[in-house]
Structures are given as C-alpha cells and as structure tokens.
C-alpha cells in the first residue's frame, strides 16, 4: 500500500472512528462500542483498498483530489435522488437560481436537436441590444466551439465578471455571425402577466426565486390597474415549474389566503420542524381563482397548489404533479463548496404528503404538445391550449378571447 494511500486511510479511519464514538454516546461501556469500532475499523480499509485498487489499476492515473472529491459527492448523492455534494461552480449556480440574477449576457439557451440554441434573449440585456434572436443557434464562445453534449459548461462560459467581454458566434439561416458583448447583471423574471378580457387576468410564475412573490404581488396589481378594479378572476400557471426556494412558495401562497395553515414539517433537526400560516389579506379580495399544473410542477409548486386546494381557494386544473415531498437545505462548506441536504418531509395543510404522489388536480386535463411554451413569455392560446381553455370555461362561461401581453 502506497504512502499516500496510507495516509489517507488513517484520516478516513481518524474521521469514521470519531463520527462513531460521537453518534454512540452513551454507548461506550456497554459492551456494543467493541463492534462499532471494529465495523469503522473495517469500512475504513475497504474504503482505501478500493482506493489504491482504482488508483493503480485504472485505466488512465486520476488525482487523489478528485477520487476523494467523488467519494463525497457519491456518498452524499448517494442518500437520495435530491442530496447532492456542490462544487463551487455548481454552488455559485445554486446561488444564482435562488436570487433570480447573475453576471451574463442575459439569453436563454437549449439544446434543440443536437445545436445549442437561443430560446430567448432577455429584454434590455447586452444579448437583446446586440441583436441575437430566438432560434439563433450558439455555435462558439470566445472563438471556440461549443458542444451541445455539455450546455452546464456553455453557460458557464457565457458568465463571468461584471464588464468583461465575451464574444459569442450564431448561425443563423446557415450563416456565422460574431456578436462581442460586455457582460453585465442580469435579472432574471420570474413572473409573466396577460389580461385575457377586461376582467380575467393570467399570471404564469417560471421558478421560485428570492424575488418571485414580489414580482407576483407587482404582476396582479398591474393587472387590476389594467381592468379598472378589482379582477373578477385569476388563471395562476404553474405548469412545468420546477419549485425553487420554500419561503417564497409560502410568500405566494399568502397572497391568496386569509388565514389557515400553508405547510407544515418535519425533520430530525429543530430548525427542520415547522408550520407556515397566511397573514389576513387576500390580493384578489376573494376573486374565483385556477391553478393549472402538471407533471412537471414539483417542489413549491405543490406546495402553492397543495395549499390552496386545501382551502379551497383555487380550482385545481391539470394533471397529477411531480411529487416532490422533500426539503433540501444548502448548507456552505470550505473554499465555496457546499452540499444540499434533504433535511424535511413537508405536508399540505390537511396533513397530506405528496412526496411520490404529487397533487392530484380537481379537473383533469390532459396537457396539450407545446404548451406552456418553454419562453416565459410565450403567447397564450385559449383554444389551443386545453388546460387553459378549461380555466377560462371555469372563471368565464363565454369564450374570453386572448388579448396581447402586456
């Protein structure tokens, strides 16, 4: 065994043997503590026979750095579909989806039949000024070539530092051409509004970031300023909305409801045990509310849909959720590093988990193919799209013809 591997096996023995003693406790004494250090004793030598087994039979030499970095990331990712061990990119990632900006040239980007391609430039952004269009396809990046195998490592070159330029080459209709822009701060939207008639509105809520339920609050407000007063009905789109920070789903929830229980916790630690209630005030005074979801609705989607179906403040319209019953907390390590650790099951307000079920809608629609469009502002169409036209059939008998966004 090599002196290196050595060295690492009495640190991985150091740490498991302490871990032991520390979650025995009261154990020492009573005869058990002989087999858990035994067992330590034993999980540790095959933890570094597999090491210098990977380190000198594989077939390429790997960095002892990274073997023990993907040792973490597998023991973490390991404990459930969601936990997960963070490098400082990817925790710098999480970060930036949370609070809903980052340093960019601001355009939405998928891969789209084998070819990077630009779903949309954000209005106002260095992309939008320097004239990138949707379906522009993004073949290189500071005059190297993409790969639509790694999108993660596309984005990650289109970020960077405040000021600093980037030059990034489309194709468009078989031609290459050069855009250089200067990156700057990007704020992302989460929230769309349309008027669909004089007194029906339509907010669709992409992700719940830190400024999601302010955006929301501004959206409605915007949208009875628009009718005149008070809207008589309200379509809330959470379709293909993959959750996003509990506390705001909470936050949103609160918008539409008086008072009662929005979600409750549970968890080993105190601070993953905990109930969130409605504060008195409802934005919509009551108003006839639809929530539209579907398969691709999880996290704090649910958590909104579970609550106000609950309450019975919203019709449910759709199909069945994702379900996804768990609570993940970030928690920040060493040198920008961290890891999501699920820490909580979480329950709708009639004490219901949806974790592996999800929120089974009052109405069930099927979805119709392209709808919501994958833009955030993508145009709505109330005849097209089913779970939308059974929306509008719910708040509005008459047909509500569709009006331009606002």
């Known amino acids: ?32 503590s002989p087999d858990k250090e035994e067992l330590a004793w034993e999980q540790a030598r095959l933890f570094a026979e597999v090491l210098e087994r990977v380190k000198r039979d594989y077939v390429e030499p790997i960095d002892d750095a990274v073997l023990l970095e993907s040792a973490i990331r597998g023991m973490v990712s390991d404990l459930d579909a969601h936990s997960q061990y963070l490098d400082a990119g990817e925790y710098r990632d999480i970060r930036i989806s949370t609070t809903g900006s ?39 990046v500071d005059g190297l070539a993409v790969e639509s195998s790694n999108l993660q490592q596309t984005i990650g070159q289109l970020r960077g530092q405040v000021g600093t330029t980037v030059k990034v080459t489309v194709l468009r209709d078989d031609v290459a051409i050069d855009h250089e ?13 349309e008027m669909l008639s004089p ?27 628009s009718s005149g007063g008070m ?26 409801l008086d008072a009662g229980v929005i979600v409750t916790a549970s968890g080993r630690s105190a601070d ?22 579907n398969e691709g609705s999880a996290s704090a989607s649910e958590i909104v849909a579970g ?31 961290a890891i999501k650790l699920t ?19 009052d109405v069930f629609v099927q979805d119709t193919p392209g709808f919501p469009d994958l833009s955030l502002s993508g145009t709505l169409d109330s005849e097209a799209d089913m779970q939308l036209a059974e929306a509008l059939q719910y708040l509005q008998p008459r047909s509500v013809m569709h009006s331009k966004a606002q």
């Open 272 to 293: 993953s045990q905990f109930r969130r209630s409605a504060h008195r005030g409802d934005i919509l005074d009551g108003a006839d509310m639809v929530v539209l979801v």
């Open 343 to 361: 820490t909580s099951r979480y329950y709708t307000p009639s004490g219901d988990s949806i974790h592996d079920v999800g929120i089974t809608p």
């Open 102 to 140: 980052y340093t960019g040239i601001g355009i939405e980007v998928s891969e789209v039949d084998g070819a990077v391609t630009v779903v949309t430039p954000i209005t106002g952004s260095p992309a939008a000024r320097s004239g990138i269009r949707s379906g522009d396809q993004v073949i290189a």
């Open 307 to 337: 609550a106000l179906q609950d309450h019975d403040r919203a019709l449910i319209v759709g199909t069945g959720t994702f379900g996804k019953g768990l609570v993940q907390t970030v928690m920040p390590l060493s040198k920008g590093r």
């Open 181 to 193: 822009m200067r990156r700057q701060i990007i704020r992302v939207a989460s929230v769309h509004r």
């Open 1 to 32: 065994m090599s002196l290196k591997v050595r060295a690492i096996l009495v640190v991985v023995i150091g740490l498991v043997l302490g871990f032991s003693l520390s979650i025995g406790g009261g154990l020492i004494g009573t005869g058990h």
């Open 231 to 256: 809207l008589e009905g309200l379509v809330l789109d959470l379709r293909n909305n993959p959750g996003g920070v509990l506390d705001v789903a909470v936050d949103v929830s609160d918008l539409f």
């Open 199 to 225: 007194s029906y509105g339509y907010v669709r809520v992409s992700q719940f970031s830190e400024n999601t339920a302010r955006e929301l609050g501004r959206a409605i407000d915007e949208l009875q300023d």
